[in-house]
């Protein structure tokens, strides 16, 4: 009995068992070479990003402790700068301020006829600092709400200038012109 038929006795008694065995020798083989081509470059990659990201943090960690500021109160300032960002939306958020405040002039029952404004880039801070200015007419206690709405917006808003006039005539002696001139911010578009 030669050696290729003591082979094919094998093969025909055991078909299954030998096709299985060489699926499970081919997946073996196949997982260990995603393993070392796929699995251990990403690993390597990802295990050199967490040390640098450790290095990253052990500094910051240095730079607090040399700073003189206690941690904590480094770890404030850091959460009051985020609340701060959140507050300078993006410049794609100028056309809502503006129908925010034609709302707020809605809600004090007077009209705004015109805005102009004007933006500019704040070079110490990096934003878009817009000058507005706007004029309303109407009853005191209605420009007084308003100034009061403006007060309270949750956007920055700096009053730079108010001229309040009374509107004259004998028709409109409760009247009063408002002049207003205010500055608020808008984080740059990233390009």
Not at 51 to 56: A, S, T, V, Y
Not at 72 to 101: C, R, W, Y
Request: avoid cysteine; proline fraction near 2%; charge should be positive.
């Amino acid at each position: 009995m030669g050696k290729n038929s003591f082979l094919q006795a094998l093969w025909q008694q055991n078909k299954l068992q030998l096709i299985l065995l060489i699926i499970l020798v081919v997946v073996v083989v196949a997982a260990s070479m995603g393993r070392q081509l796929i699995v251990e470059p990403r690993l390597q990659s990802l295990s050199t990003e967490q040390f640098r990201l450790q290095q990253f943090v052990r500094q910051r960690q240095v730079e607090f402790a040399n700073s003189g500021i206690p941690v904590s109160t480094a770890a404030q300032l850091e959460k009051n700068l985020q609340k701060f960002m959140i507050l300078v939306p993006s410049e794609e958020e100028f056309s809502h301020f503006i129908g925010d405040l034609f709302r707020w002039a809605g809600d004090a029952d007077l009209e705004i006829t015109q805005v102009s404004y004007q933006p500019e880039m704040d070079k110490e801070t990096g934003f878009l600092r817009y000058g507005l200015s706007f004029s309303v007419k109407g009853h005191y206690g209605k420009v007084k709400k308003l100034i009061h709405l403006l007060e309270r917006s949750e956007r920055i808003l700096l009053v730079d200038k108010i001229t309040l006039s009374g509107a004259g005539g004998k028709k409109n002696r409760d009247s009063v012109n408002l002049n207003i001139a205010l500055t608020t911010y808008f984080q740059r578009e990233s390009s």
